[in-house]
């Protein structure tokens, strides 16, 4: 682990240009103001200068930055959280009160992703970093330290009960952490150092959390918000849901059918009505498990169908009361119930680790989900 603790030289360690324009054309961005800061300590890592990030290199869709392992990325928090941040962008411009996000000598993230996702989302171009010379590049130290840079607070948010037991359960399934009392603890209390910011009865729970999950022998789940979907959604598949081109729906094995019942009223029969048919549906999981993932997609699977089914049933109802036999009319135009449904559904988002190809940039078909 470093044991740098020595601030910054009043002459800051830079690499390129030092001074670049602020966010939202406010004032500029000056690496200097860093000088005197005292770099945060990361396992394996030494701090090594600052420069500026071309924000139009960064690949948002892989794993590493997709921070598996290390943030509950979901509804709540950490979805206000990037829309603070973008908020104090506009109208603040990028403070350099705080150390900037650190990114290690191979280019990859340690901490800052929040702050790099809401300057992507602003359409910034340059964004200060500090770099660190990183010696280990294993699961476990990336797991860690992105796991320990959460704890600290501001700018961030704290890492929560949730992050840190979907962490413990990533490294065990990565064969780089033992789901034993012992090692969990260790890890937990001593390389977490999770003493100074939990007490001890909440992280006896999160060690039995991490050893009682990571025996079910299941993969972890990448949740994120919903605007991050439809972001990736935009960015891989050319589709914008401001254009209706196509719904975005969660599959809750628990709440499948309020969410399919309003994806019928509100997206469905008034395309029917309109003309505007059929309606392109994609899928998401709010789910930890992939059991319980699949559930949640194939009750909401049904659950459509049977809605579908249901519509028609009341049609040929109101038809048949008027002498009109619907199935009778079908057959004589040479067609049938199930062949031109009012909906399509395209595919559900890359969520469960170790089956989805994330990078891919494509939706998994549901048959093979």
Partial sequence: ?????????QQAYIVG??????????????????????????????????TFLDLTTVNVDTESFANLGIR???????????????????????????????????GEFIDGRGRTTGALNRNER??????????????????????????????RRSASFRDIVNGGVHLVNEGELKPTVND??????????????FKVELITKMQQAIVEESTRDESLILRKKTNAWHAWIKRNLGLDKDARDYVLVNASSSSYQTYIQRLWCESILPAIIDGSDPVDVIFYTSHYRPSEARDGLQKSIEKLDELYDMSFSLVKSHLSNSGIDLDALLSAMGTKLDSDKPFNIIGACPQIVSDHDFESGKLVDVDGY
């Fill in 1 to 9: 682990m470093s044991t740098q603790l020595k601030a910054v030289p």
């Fill in 184 to 197: 969990v603890n260790n890890w937990l209390k001593k390389r977490l150092e999770l003493w100074r910011f």
């Fill in 72 to 106: 509950e990325d979901f509804e709540g928090d950490d979805g206000n959280r990037i829309d603070e941040l973008e908020v104090s962008f506009e109208n603040n411009g990028f403070e350099t009160v705080d150390w900037p996000p650190s990114m290690d000598n191979l």
């Fill in 126 to 155: 340059w964004m200060p970093v500090a770099i660190y010379d990183r010696d280990d590049v294993s699961v476990s130290n990336t797991v860690t330290n992105g796991l320990k840079a959460n704890l600290g607070g501001r700018p």
């Fill in 17 to 50: 240009t030092p001074i670049r324009p602020g966010f939202n054309g406010q004032g500029t961005i000056d690496l200097n103001d860093y000088a005197g800061m005292t770099p945060p300590t990361f396992e394996g890592c030494t701090f090594s200068h600052f």
